[in-house]
């Protein structure tokens, strides 16, 4: 599957941003999705993640509350939905896909197959 990330731009602390990620392909309802970031100087590091049905979410601590993880599987579209920004939450963001599975949604890295480029989300204080 391939990825394309997109949405980013620039916003006030306190404001609101939706990111979308367009996949490609007929399998996007076979994967599980998750959203990461990473800003300068930073690892990378997990946002959100959605299983293939989105029956299940899983969400960082530091987003959870805020940022809203949804994807629209006839559209082959994940989403995030990004409220009451904060300078700390300036990186570029990413989308990632991994096959699905009954395991527990996963929050690393290692374990998605699939990304897609980021898009630069900037906060300004």
């Known amino acids: 599957v391939q990825l394309q990330a997109s949405g980013g731009g620039l916003v006030q602390a306190g404001g609101s941003l939706r990111l979308s990620c367009a996949a490609s392909?007929?399998?996007?309802?076979?994967?599980?999705m998750g959203w990461f970031r990473q800003a300068p100087g930073k690892e990378r590091e997990f946002v959100a993640a959605?299983?293939?049905?989105?029956?299940?979410?899983y969400y960082a601590e530091t987003v959870k509350g805020r940022f809203t993880i949804s994807r629209d599987n006839a559209k082959n579209t994940l989403y995030l939905q990004m409220n009451s920004l904060k300078p700390e939450d300036t990186a570029v963001y990413s989308c990632?896909?991994?096959?699905?599975?009954?395991?527990?949604?996963?929050?690393?890295?290692?374990?998605?197959?699939?990304w897609g480029q980021g898009t630069q989300v900037t906060v300004s204080s």
């Open positions: 990632a896909a991994k096959q699905r599975t009954i395991a527990a949604l996963s929050n690393k890295a290692k374990d998605f197959d699939f």
């Open positions: 392909g007929r399998t996007f309802g076979t994967y599980d």
């Open positions: 959605i299983s293939w049905s989105a029956s299940r979410t």
